[in-house]
Nanobody
């Protein structure tokens, strides 16, 4: 099992950048697939990006694939989301998630979730 804690959210102007971190504690972090999701007020939680155990396979939502970069450092038990050229539509609570089985673009494979960190992009 793992415990996840996000950090790095905040207020930023359109076109700016933020780097989110997801710190994991627990056993065998490197065995978990990890992902980022986000949820805006009144909307469903949506997929942002995922990365497999080794970091060799990565998947992005179409809305972010040219602007966001997901990475992981298993030695530091940390997953990152570098967000560049932010837009007001990126405003949401961002959640880190981990799967003990398979990765995907839906919430169901993910067994563990962080508390979320707020990202607000102003125009």
């Amino acid at each position: 099992q793992v415990q996840l804690a996000e950090s790095g959210g905040g207020l930023v102007q359109a076109g700016g950048s933020l780097r989110l971190s997801c710190a994991a504690s627990g056993r065998s972090f490197s065995r978990y697939v990890t992902a980022w999701f986000r949820q805006a007020p009144g909307k469903e939680r949506e997929f942002v990006a995922a990365i497999n155990r080794s970091g060799r396979s990565i998947d992005y939502a179409d809305s972010v694939k040219d602007r966001f970069t997901i990475s992981r450092d298993n030695a530091k038990n940390t997953v990152y989301l570098q967000m560049n050229n932010l837009k007001p539509d990126d405003t949401a609570v961002y959640y880190c998630a981990a799967s003990s089985t398979v990765w995907g673009r839906t919430k169901s494979p993910y067994d563990y979730w962080g508390q979320g960190t707020q990202v607000t992009v102003s125009s």
